[in-house]
């Protein structure tokens, strides 16, 4: 089992480039985050998803979008890439909301 | 709304004990604990379900007051493994919110 996995590993973005995160999961987990971790910050959930077909929005959704046509994948999107969102980004999954969450290696973004 | 952990930074020698503490305004369906070292990925380390309940492997527990909406992380005699920064989770709804998180070091 691979676990979690995100690609790419590192990135980096021009002001208003877009581009898309993969995280893909190959432990049937149905649900799967997306956060966003800061120097001297935890980790701050962005979108998550419950299930194939489903997202909703976390604390700091602005400025990004994802998607779930696959119960393995989890999609993150930029459309126009800001300086303000030049962050590490950690996907992870869980089987259940109340269970333990599982995180992928983390993709290094840099927006010039 | 995050949770708040105290103290921000700890610094022990190794075989010294230390409590890290998690605190919520809402109340709180689950509270997770996890550990990252820098530059990797966050590191589950226990989950509390329910108030009261208190979990704990090898030398490191956790407990958990629904009540007062709080959580506390117990690592005892520490070793220089147990470096890095702890994070406290809280679920409701689905909805995890993380803390800033406790920076640990050990010494030798």
């Known amino acids: 089992n691979a676990g979690v996995t995100q690609t790419p590993k590192f990135r980096v973005l021009k002001t208003g480039q877009s581009m898309t995160l993969l995280c893909a999961q190959d432990m049937n987990h149905e649900y799967m985050y997306w956060y966003r971790q800061d120097p001297g910050m935890g980790l701050r959930l962005i979108h998550y998803?419950?299930?194939?077909?489903?997202?909703a929005k976390g604390e700091v959704p602005d400025g990004y979008n994802v998607s779930r046509l696959k119960k393995q994948n989890f999609l993150l999107g930029l459309e126009s890439a800001a300086p303000s969102q030049t962050s590490v980004y950690f996907c992870?999954?869980?089987?259940?909301?109340?269970?333990?969450?599982?995180f992928g290696p983390g993709t290094r973004l840099t927006v010039l | 709304q995050q949770p708040v952990q105290s103290p921000q930074a700890v610094i022990l020698r190794e075989g010294e004990d230390a409590v890290i503490n998690c605190s919520s305004s809402k109340a709180l369906y689950s509270v997770h604990w996890y550990r990252q070292k820098h530059g990797e990925a966050p590191v589950f380390l226990m989950i509390l379900l329910k108030g009261g309940e208190q979990k704990g492997h090898d030398k490191i527990s956790a407990s958990f007051n629904e009540k007062k909406q709080q959580s506390s992380l117990y690592l005892t005699a520490s070793q220089l493994s147990y470096s890095g920064t702890y994070f406290c989770?809280?679920?409701?709804?689905?909805?995890?919110?993380f803390g800033a998180g406790t920076r640990l070091t050990v010494k030798p």
């Open positions: 992870a999954s869980s089987p259940l909301a109340t269970d333990t969450q599982y």
């Open positions: 998803s419950v299930g194939e077909g489903t997202t």
């Open positions: 989770g809280t679920e409701r709804l689905h909805d995890m919110r």
